[in-house]
């Protein structure tokens, strides 16, 4: 779904990006969902233990005056409060579109755009890169300052030699190989 919602283009059509995301955004989606979990179930736990502790301390001090410097868990259960919602925020940080959108467009043309632009008859400009793609077309995969990349569908027949051409090639690449006697 990221290939085709970053990309505009069919994600079957390239399978070296979906390997390639499937293998980076495993681990990562199975992280995010841990640390969702961790979040959610210790934002409630840690109010109760921090309530339970209170009322432990009130009963063992009861009739005197309540010092909340003698309860220090006070303080540790509410760094842990602190550090739950943290995680929480940094983890729903991570799934905003502004901070993976270029990443994600890195790692799709890093793997799915292989070809110089040449192979299709365009020059060869900077960090451009073509996919291959059915039916005599192309994607073409552009360097961009706030995107990292945009990628847009081309029609592309290579250019294709003659049988001539490559027979004289291959016979000259074989003279270069062969050991003088």
């Not at 063992?60 to 929480?88: N, P, Q």
């Not at 192309?138 to 051409?165: R, V």
Request: aromatic letters at 12%; glycine letters at 6%.
């Amino acid at each position: 779904m990221a290939i085709s919602e970053l990309t505009g283009l069919p994600a079957q059509e390239l399978p070296g990006a979906q390997m390639f995301l499937t293998f980076i955004l495993t681990p990562t989606i199975w992280l995010l969902a841990v640390s969702f979990v961790v979040g959610f179930i210790s934002i409630p736990l840690t109010v109760l233990v921090l309530i339970w502790g209170i009322y432990q301390d009130w009963k063992k001090g009861k009739g005197t005056k309540f010092d909340f410097a003698s309860g220090s868990h006070v303080c540790a259960w509410m760094a842990i409060a602190y550090f739950s919602i943290i995680l929480l925020t940094m983890s729903s940080g991570i799934l905003k579109k502004s901070f993976y959108e270029k990443r994600l467009n890195g790692a799709i043309a890093y793997s799915a755009f292989l070809l110089p632009p040449s192979y299709c008859g365009l020059p060869d400009a900077g960090d451009a890169s073509i996919a291959v793609l059915k039916y005599k077309r192309a994607a073409l995969a552009m360097p961009d300052e706030k995107m990292g990349y945009t990628f847009s569908k081309i029609s592309c027949d290579p250019q294709q030699k003659s049988p001539e051409l490559l027979i004289s090639e291959l016979t000259a690449k074989k003279t270069e190989t062969t050991p003088a006697p």
